[in-house]
């Protein structure tokens, strides 16, 4: 008897055992740890109102100043995943041994975090045109704003006329516009004889 009431034991403890599930931690949702524009932190691009204004690259070079850096907090071994819209992504900035260009970067960029907790990465835009940037880890996903701007002239035009008559008025048009083909100034000049 004392044998049987030993089995029986072994079995229920066996099965008490068996209904023993170890619960998994729950993953610790993303977090955008760090937001910079040129150097430093901004509060802006949550809404498509309050957009993260950026200088176009206007002179080809990607730089610091061109650009949001992202920080990102993450579970380690995950895939931090982002998708543009009139955005570019790109690993890194400009470096004077490391040039990137303003056709450099994708739409979409992933970066696995291996044994790390962290993923940085950088946006440019070559638009005026508000863009987005939504950032996905483990079922979470954050989007920010961000839009281009472009006060600089890229060309100049003259109109009027070659030669006019004494006695006529002519008048002259200076056009300015910037990378964009967006007019930055326009002034007309006439002048009677």
């Given amino acids: 008897m004392n044998s049987f009431k030993k089995i029986a034991l072994a079995m229920v403890a066996a099965m008490t055992m068996s209904t023993l599930v170890a619960t998994s931690a729950s993953a610790a949702p993303m977090s955008v740890t760090s937001v910079k524009k040129a ?28 650009t949001v850096e992202f920080v990102v907090t993450v579970d380690t071994g995950t895939v931090v995943s982002v998708v543009a819209t ?13 040039p990137v260009t303003a056709s450099s970067g994708a739409a979409t960029w992933s970066q696995n975090v291996g044994t790390g907790t962290t ?29 281009g701007t472009s006060d600089k002239i890229n060309s100049l035009t003259v109109t009027g006329v070659d030669a006019a008559p004494a006695g006529t008025s002519v008048t002259v048009t200076i056009g ?8 930055n100034l326009c002034v007309d000049f006439s002048k009677g004889n």
Wanted: proline share 5%.
């Fill in 39 to 66: 150097g430093s932190t901004t509060t802006l691009g949550t809404a498509a109102t309050t957009p993260i204004t950026l200088p176009v690259p206007s002179d080809n070079s990607v730089d610091t100043a061109d």
């Fill in 86 to 98: 009139n955005a570019f992504v790109i690993p890194a900035v400009a470096t004077s041994t490391a």
């Fill in 119 to 147: 993923a940085t990465f950088y946006v440019y835009t070559k638009t005026t045109a508000i863009g987005s940037v939504a950032i996905t880890n483990g079922g979470t996903t954050t989007t920010y704003y961000v839009q």
């Fill in 176 to 183: 300015a516009v910037d990378v964009f083909a967006r007019i």
